[in-house]
């Protein structure tokens, strides 16, 4: 780092954001096989979310590399990079009193790890979708598991390249089994549990 470069602080601070905001921030990182459901269910607890009144985002793996990190490709290098990336724009967020869901195979345990490092001890609540290899292949709605197996995709997860499955996620959901409604309300229900939010009741 250069050393002529120095953090300036902020006179607005995360407690201020966050008792504005009425709620708790944090990151929730959903991890999991392509297919196994991460996007579409980090963007069905962010609507839930929201209509709870809770500021949200969602950074989703495919939409980030349209911009942000466009530059990088698919090696091990660059997947690293790209989930450091991630990981410092999340905690930015955090700071920011948002609530941060990103939707990444993020296949690495080191650099999941990683993330959790860069915040507060309860900030990074990891959610492992689990969901089969078969399962995710029998999906397949983008068709990168056929391109895969024919050899057109190099260092795809789960076919030519590992996925390290966490080994104590805050969260599990199975996603490869269960409903959609059914393991964002297993998310909800830790958050709420954990004191992280309040959920309103409709009547």
């Known amino acids: 780092m250069n050393t002529h470069i120095v953090w300036h602080q902020s006179t607005v601070t995360r407690g201020q954001r966050e008792r504005q905001n009425g709620h708790k921030s944090?990151?929730?990182w959903f991890t999991g096989l392509s297919g196994a459901g991460k996007s579409t269910l980090a963007h069905r607890v962010e609507q839930l979310l929201f209509e709870q009144g809770c500021r949200t985002y969602v950074f989703d793996g495919d939409n980030v590399r349209h911009g942000l990190c466009s530059d990088l490709g698919f090696s091990a290098e660059d997947r690293c990079e790209n989930i450091r990336r991630i990981g410092e724009m999340s905690k930015l967020?955090?700071?920011?009193?948002?609530?941060?869901?990103?939707a990444f195979i993020s296949p690495f345990r080191r650099d999941r790890d990683?993330?959790?490092?860069?915040?507060?001890?309860?900030?990074?609540?990891?959610?492992?979708?689990?969901?089969?290899?078969?399962?995710?292949?029998?999906?397949?709605?983008?068709?990168?598991?056929?391109?895969?197996?024919?050899?057109?995709?190099?260092?795809?997860?789960?076919?030519?390249?590992?996925?390290?499955?966490?080994?104590?996620?805050?969260?599990?959901?199975r996603t490869g089994e269960d409903g959609l409604?059914?393991?964002?309300?297993?998310?909800?229900g830790y958050l709420e549990k954990n004191g992280k939010i309040n959920l309103k009741t409709t009547r």
């Open 26 to 28: 944090f990151i929730l």
């Open 93 to 102: 967020f955090v700071d920011a009193g948002v609530i941060a869901l990103t």
């Open 114 to 173: 990683l993330v959790r490092a860069l915040v507060e001890p309860g900030d990074f609540v990891e959610i492992f979708c689990d969901a089969p290899l078969e399962v995710c292949e029998q999906r397949d709605v983008k068709g990168l598991y056929r391109k895969a197996r024919a050899g057109e995709i190099p260092e795809f997860t789960g076919i030519s390249s590992p996925y390290e499955k966490p080994l104590a996620p805050e969260i599990t959901v």
């Open 181 to 188: 409604d059914e393991c964002a309300g297993q998310i909800l």
